[in-house]
């Protein structure tokens, strides 16, 4: 059995991950809709031997635009485009199952995975709020309990969808004029309570048979889901008790669900602020941190914690009588990590601001490329994650920065590959599996 | 005013519109899911400096996969991938008004046209049958004045999206921290019959502001959607009258609604089949035709006819209580034309199959370079085309044919451009102005 090593997924934004980053001289306040910006940096993170690369979406324009750029390529699109300027890495898009309807979203996938040689993924996401609700006929957003129970029948009707066609189902006999076998076509005849579809996928199965399942909800209802389908779960973590707490618990829901639990991969999110001594990268903090606008940021934390505008104070802790967790509807698990952090470190809404400009609940870690890799290497090893999800505060820099200077220190450390072993598909990068088609799985 | 030149579409489908071509040794019968076949075709289609090539779609699998290569990528994610590898070709993308939601879909076409730096085309359609209704929660396809009456509105609320910022709303002061204008972002509050949406589209205007608006229905509720939205309509003709007639029409209810008529230009579909000399031609067709599976011939026409299994015999004519096209709620022009086709010509059902074989009711014209070009120049020069919707009956042969063979023609007569005249937009190329935004047209 070959060493465990770190799988490492790029989380692409933007500028950077720090909200205030567009305002920095490096930026380019339009790389949100540029496509080389983004090949540049998907280049960067292959340089960097990453696993996967990824973006995160919503189908609503978040808030003002006077606050930072705004909008974004839709992620499907963006990212086959990166299959054409890539060759290795692997490509997660995230897409709503409130939003979307599975036959054109399994198509879609089945489409990058083929296009991109096996490399897609899906990050699975419910989408709460009610601005998303809006844009498509409902006048709220739908309960959380609700939203994951559709996207649990939308994941069967997928994997109906995906599986339709068997792997064997082409015979592409031109001297009898018989092109495919109708007997391995498998319509879904699926009729539920959220969705009705009928008829087999219009694209044969794809090369990973369908996109590595990845997951970010880590409510209770999040990790239920996510123990069930993920084989890939980013997650937002402050410390490492927290982090190992989660991670355990996450292996075990996994193995109780009946599954393999070294078959789900837990990545951690992490903002690394890099210097070469930790002065300066502390120093690199504060300038980002100097440039956030408060009163964004005041306005962003009230709608994350559903209060009235004007509700808080710049100056001021926050309000002692918030509601629990149970209450909220939209991102729960996210809500009670904010309002932990607060607490913990008796922080005023301005400082909490200043903590949450970097990766907004994730956990930052500004320090030298040697601590950044001590803390990855901690993490890694002390059962609390197979993984990062690298989240660079200033893009392109901080992705140039950390494969420039912390990949180095990981590869000599053997906790990263030193080169792509040829072509693999997203799930061989990951160490899992290639799904077995439901309806020749008896035969295996 | 530079001289009225055609405009080229290339109609790219699997390995030819012949729906035998697949069996022909020259044919890779997995093509229709490679990438690298239709990188091919899009480079042949600039070599001919064609103005934009094009791909069909429908949400279901279509029939037998015994009868040919069956399935497809997803239009809009194949035309990304090709986006990276073309430079000045228009691309436009097929995509239902009946099975999609507008948020979505006008995302990703504004995604792709600034991915392709303004190439972006959207071939409206309102997807007949039931077969497509049956993935979407529907038992039965919505009735055709319905579907077209959710396409009306559809296309209202797409505007509104794709005008939802006006094209100065980025300001990207760094200083100031302010990156957009809140007053020049307009959300729809679109509340109508089948859709609300809510927000403003959550990606800025594109280089074209909306992807070129391209439509193919023949009926009468087509038209007439045509002339209130359409900038390119690709049509199916079998005759010089009939296509004068059909552009006669078109012009004069473009002009009645209000638009200019020269701001819509008509495309009939030709099946180009060459040869050195016209007898090498029509021997080339013979082999495609010797190629068809009857069998499968037949269980096509009858679902394109509404007829149970069984209704026809292959040495008979059709019969001759078929129903008029008011009764069809299906592909109501196509059925009209394929009825009157055999009416006409006195064909049996398999002498209907072999017209039908090389372009489904589209003009297959058999003959030499010379001959299809005079047949272009004529129909070009004589009121029934703007241009054509180039369909090769095997690809890539075809294609390539047709380009070697048939464009220098054209550019000798001056009919056809010699080069591209450096980048352009797809609606550039067209000849058409860029629209102004709905909330800014007063202020021109």
Do not use: C
């Not at 790029?10 to 950077?16: D, E, K, Q, V």
């Not at 808030?63 to 299959?83: F, K, W």
């Not at 903002?271 to 690199?284: D, I, M």
């Not at 306005?299 to 914690?305: D, G, H, I």
């Amino acid at each position: 059995m070959p060493p465990r090593t770190l799988h490492l997924n790029a989380f692409l934004m933007n500028t950077g991950h720090h909200e205030a980053s567009w305002r920095l001289p490096e930026s380019d306040p339009y790389a949100h809709v540029e496509l080389d910006h983004y090949v540049r940096l998907a280049r960067a993170a292959e340089r960097g031997t990453f696993d996967s690369l990824f973006l995160a979406d919503g189908p609503h324009l978040w808030g003002s635009v006077a606050q930072r750029p705004s909008g974004a390529l839709e992620p499907l699109t963006l990212l086959t485009a990166l299959a054409t300027a890539t060759e290795h890495i692997g490509l997660i898009a995230t897409a709503s199952t409130s939003y979307n309807s599975p036959y054109n979203l399994a198509r879609k996938f089945a489409s990058l995975d083929i296009i991109s040689g096996g490399r897609a993924g899906w990050n699975i996401v419910t989408t709460a709020g009610a601005d998303a609700a809006r844009n498509f006929g409902l006048d709220a957003e739908p309960a959380h309990a609700e939203r994951y129970a559709r996207a649990a029948e939308f994941l069967d009707v997928a994997l109906k969808l995906w599986d339709s066609w068997e792997d064997d189902a082409i015979v592409a006999d031109k001297a009898s004029g018989v092109w495919g076998d109708d007997a391995k076509i498998h319509p879904p005849r699926h009729r539920g309570t959220y969705f009705q579809v009928e008829g087999a996928l219009n694209v044969p199965r794809s090369p990973q048979g369908y996109p590595l399942l990845v997951q970010a909800g880590s409510s209770a209802d999040g990790k239920a889901f996510a123990a069930r389908y993920a084989e890939a779960v980013f997650t937002a973590q402050q410390t490492l008790a927290d982090a190992q707490a989660f991670y355990a618990d996450l292996k075990a829901l996994t193995a109780a669900a009946g599954r393999d639990p070294g078959h789900i991969k837990v990545l951690p999110g992490i903002v690394p602020v890099l210097g070469s001594t930790e002065a300066e990268a502390r120093a690199n903090e504060q300038v980002l941190e100097d440039h956030i606008v408060h009163v964004h940021g005041v306005a962003n934390l009230e709608r994350l914690l559903n209060l009235p505008a004007g509700s808080l104070e710049l100056d001021a802790p926050l309000p002692a009588d918030l509601p629990s967790e149970d209450a909220v509807e939209g991102a729960k698990s996210r809500y009670t990590l904010v309002v932990e952090l607060a607490r913990r470190d008796r922080l005023t809404v301005r400082q909490l601001i200043g903590r949450l400009g970097g990766g907004r609940g994730h956990l930052t870690f500004a320090g030298t490329p040697e601590q950044v890799a001590d803390a990855i290497e901690t993490w890694f090893t002390q059962g609390a994650a197979d993984g990062f999800n690298i989240m660079p505060a200033v893009l392109p820099s901080g992705l140039d920065a950390f494969v420039d200077h912390v990949v180095p220190i990981l590869r000599a450390r053997g906790l990263l590959r030193t080169e792509y072993p040829g072509r693999q598909t997203l799930r061989e990068r990951y160490g899992l599996p290639r799904p077995v088609n439901q309806h020749t799985a008896a035969l295996v």
